[in-house]
């Protein structure tokens, strides 16, 4: 059994950073592609960053491109998400979730473990 945990969420003011991590126990990280997702209240869970199985590619949504740094650890089994000049808009859950294969994936239907989640809150 796959177990995610992520950690590093908090509140923050506009314009700060943020280092979420996903530590992963059970089974390795390093065959699989890994994303973290986002769900706001009353929204839909979407992608926010993707990488391969070993890092080399990653995938960013256009409203965090140029923010946020998706990067793995395969050793470690970990995985992380740099969040820079966060905006009100970012508030969300952020869950970490492993895809069942090598490449990327952006839907969520394609990932079959997930973290908990862990709460990002921006503040103005």
């Known amino acids: 059994q796959v177990q995610l945990v992520e950690s590093g969420g908090g509140l923050v003011q506009a314009g700060d950073s943020l280092r979420l991590s996903c530590a992963a126990s059970g089974r390795a990280l390093r065959t699989y592609a890994m994303g973290w997702f986002r769900q706001a209240p009353g929204k839909e869970r979407e992608i926010v960053a993707a990488t391969n199985w070993s890092g080399g590619t990653t995938y960013y949504a256009d409203s965090v491109k140029g923010r946020f740094t998706i990067s793995r650890d395969n050793a470690k089994n970990t995985v992380s998400l740099q969040m820079n000049s966060l905006k009100l808009e970012d508030t969300a859950v952020y869950y970490c979730?492993?895809?069942?294969?090598?490449?990327?994936?952006?839907?969520?239907?394609?990932?079959?473990?997930w973290g908990q989640g862990t709460q990002v809150t921006v503040s103005s």
């Open positions: 979730a492993r895809r069942s294969g090598l490449q990327i994936g952006v839907l969520a239907n394609e990932y079959n473990y």
